[in-house]
């Protein structure tokens, strides 16, 4: 199976910053768009950034010109810079993958990380 695992999430004041990042390990033949959900409490999941294989990126509105969404195939690894945090990007950040895992694959598989809180205090 495929693993991501989220890591850089924490406390920040508003106007702060924080980098989040994913790796991808397990069974990979190659990982097609990678992206960055969020769900605040009593909120729908909804997406931040999504980023194609080969760099394209696309952005929530709510946070264009402020985040920016990268990824490194060598490491299978994408990552999210969240500047000028607000209030309101208190959520869980959820990393999530579309992954061909065998050469023989048709489509990919989606597969989601566990889940990592940022909280931005006023």
């Known amino acids: 199976q495929v693993q991501l695992v989220e890591s850089g999430g924490g406390l920040v004041q508003a106007g702060g910053s924080l980098r989040l990042s994913c790796a991808a390990s397990?069974?990979?033949?190659?990982?097609?768009?990678m992206g960055w959900y969020r769900q605040a409490p009593g909120k729908q999941r909804e997406l931040v950034a999504r980023i194609t294989s080969g760099g394209t990126p696309n952005y929530a509105d709510s946070v264009k010109g402020r985040f920016t969404i990268s990824r490194d195939n060598a490491k299978n690894t994408v990552y999210l810079q969240m500047n000028s945090l607000k209030p309101e990007d208190t959520a869980v950040y959820y990393c999530?993958?579309?992954?061909?895992?065998?050469?023989?694959?048709?489509?990919?598989?989606?597969?989601w990380g566990q889940g990592i809180q940022v909280t931005v205090s006023s």
């Open positions: 999530n993958a579309n992954v061909y895992r065998y050469y023989s694959d048709i489509l990919p598989y989606e597969f």
């Open positions: 397990g069974v990979i033949f190659s990982l097609n768009d």
